[in-house]
């Protein structure tokens, strides 16, 4: 069994590093040339309860070196730790108030998630024909807006998003940020992203510029209110009506969020991860078998130490940890943690079956403490 399982890990490690969009190595952001006009944009950041993250955050998007007109609106998500007078207070030590504008999020509605309302309270105050969505706790460089307007405008991108370089420095972080990322362009191969002809669509919602036109014709953040994972299902409602997608990792724009235990990285995992299963078992039972034949037999058929059970094995790991380590140099973490990839692949399986249980108990699907108005 442990070969059938190795061979399966082969074959699909092979077949993905050929044939599905070159996943392991993702692109990167590049600096773009300046387009000839630089339209307005509209910041829209959802915050609540980030007073603590804003003071390392907010004032990188108050000091953007774009060219063109821009406002920040933060809508206060109801939020009990003063995130809104945090902002203006902010704003006022930096002698920008004319740039922020900070809203507080209506009610819940309806078949609404609590993120997705507060973004939608965001975009009915906008005006720009560009909006950038962009979380509480991103650091953004101070070139960030020019360079997303620049690569939308010349390759005439409808939604232009950066997956953040996420905090890597506790042990739980080095083991399971660097994995996490890894399983997402697994899923999301950004040049499939970027394909046209392909069906494949992500987005990584720390940073999504959005060109207001498309994101009408798309049905609006309307399509996808109920949406648990709002930047996959943004990509998808957009990449359907038409829209041209582009995804790419960036060293420079940063998450402050720290994860500093194991425990902190299950429940953000745990909260979604049977959302992406769609809330299937089948699903689940699919996902966590070609996680023990991909990631996990491997490592059981090696440490049997009969030879041929470790031939398999190794060929099966070695293939896995080459794929793994262009994430994990972009992570600038030594080599040898290309191989804990089998052990971060167990902890998101215990965290994908959490999750499960969480949802079978009516406890899933929370974003800061909420969940959907039924």
């Given amino acids: 069994m442990l070969v059938l399982l190795c061979s399966i890990s082969i074959i699909a490690l092979y077949f993905g590093a050929l044939f599905w969009g070159r996943f392991w190595s993702p692109l990167l952001d590049n600096p773009e040339i300046a387009p000839e006009t630089w339209p307005a944009v509209d910041v829209i950041i959802p915050a609540r309860n980030e007073a603590e993250v804003l003071p390392g955050t907010l004032p990188s998007l108050l000091d953007q070196d774009y060219p063109g007109e821009y406002r920040i609106i933060l809508i206060d998500d109801h939020s009990v730790d003063g995130t809104a ?86 042990w739980a972080e080095r083991l399971l940020v660097p994995a996490f990322v890894f399983f997402f362009t697994m899923l999301y191969p950004f040049r499939l992203v970027a394909d046209p002809n392909s069906k494949i669509a992500g987005a990584a919602g720390g940073v999504m510029l959005v060109r207001r036109e498309m994101l009408a014709k798309s049905g609006g953040l309307e399509a996808i209110k109920g949406e648990l994972i709002d930047d996959c299902a943004l990509a998808r409602s957009m990449k359907k ?19 500093q235990t194991f425990l902190d990285i299950h429940e953000m995992v745990s909260r979604t ?71 971060a692949a167990v902890f998101y399986m215990a965290s994908m079956i959490d999750s ?13 403490g909420r969940t959907k108005q039924p």
């Fill in 85 to 170: 007078k945090t902002a203006q207070r902010l704003a006022r030590e930096a002698n920008a108030m004319n740039k922020l504008t900070v809203l507080s999020a209506p009610d819940l509605a309806e078949g609404w998630v609590g993120k997705v309302a507060a973004m939608q309270a965001g975009v009915e105050a906008s005006t720009a024909p560009f909006i950038l969505f962009t979380d509480a706790d991103i650091e953004h460089e101070g070139c960030d807006i020019r360079q997303l307007v620049s690569k939308a405008q010349r390759y005439q991108f409808d939604l232009t998003s950066l997956m953040v370089r996420l905090n890597c420095e506790s």
């Fill in 241 to 259: 009506a038409g829209g041209a997608l582009s995804l790419a990792l960036t060293r420079d724009v940063k998450s402050v969020r720290k994860y």
């Fill in 273 to 343: 991860a049977f959302t992406q299963l769609r809330h299937s078992y089948l699903l689940l039972a699919l996902a966590l078998f070609g996680m023990v034949a991909i990631f996990i037999a491997p490592v059981f058929a090696f440490l049997t130490f009969e030879t041929n059970m470790m031939f398999v094995g190794g060929i099966a790991w070695f293939v896995m940890a080459a794929l793994y380590a262009p994430i994990v140099a972009f992570y600038d973490l030594p080599v040898i943690w290309t191989v804990t990839l089998p052990v």
């Fill in 356 to 368: 499960a249980r969480q949802t079978f108990v009516g406890k899933g699907g929370l974003w800061k």
